[in-house]
């Protein structure tokens, strides 16, 4: 089984700003089922189709099954299948040899953003962060996802 160790930060949006970056990628994201046990979404970008479906979370860990989908398959589970949705550009920063995942969100969540870092092991501590992060979120379902689509 997949598993994904994950923690979620809040951005400075002024220092995010100034940050040098590439261009972000457009990401829809829709959900089939949401509850506090599971997730099952679908994503997609100009160019690929995901299907996900995310099990309870245990600290900073959940269980995660991620499948690429034809595009077109995505772009229609997401049109008639996904009442709830968000939107929004990533990008991806490299920093002190972790990748870093910055999602600046559109629609109702406009002016959020947020920082996730994927982990190897629950115990790896980040000695150093980009001064960009404000606070950590991982425990707050308030910025979950599947929470900022409803």
Not at 9 to 24: A, M, P, Q, Y
Not at 107 to 124: F, H, P, Q, R, Y
Request: a negative charge; aromatic letters at 10%; hydrophobic letters at 35%.
């Amino acid at each position: 089984m997949a598993i994904e160790i994950e923690r979620k930060f809040l951005v400075d949006n002024e220092k995010w700003g100034k940050v040098v970056k590439s261009e972000g990628i457009l990401i829809h994201q829709g959900y089939l089922h949401g509850d506090n046990n599971k997730t099952i979404r679908v994503r997609y970008t100009n160019i690929k189709g995901y299907i996900t479906i995310k099990g309870l979370q245990v600290g900073i860990s959940r269980p995660e099954f991620e499948y690429e989908i034809p595009l077109g398959d995505a772009i229609d589970l997401y049109n008639n299948f996904c009442e709830s949705r968000v939107l929004k550009n990533r990008y991806v920063i490299e920093h002190s040899g972790f990748t870093w995942e910055v999602d600046e969100f559109m629609g109702e969540n406009l002016g959020l953003i947020t920082a996730e870092i994927e982990l190897k092991d629950e115990s790896v501590q980040l000695t150093t962060i980009p001064d960009w992060i404000l606070e950590d979120v991982t425990h707050d379902d308030k910025y979950k996802n599947s929470n900022l689509a409803k």
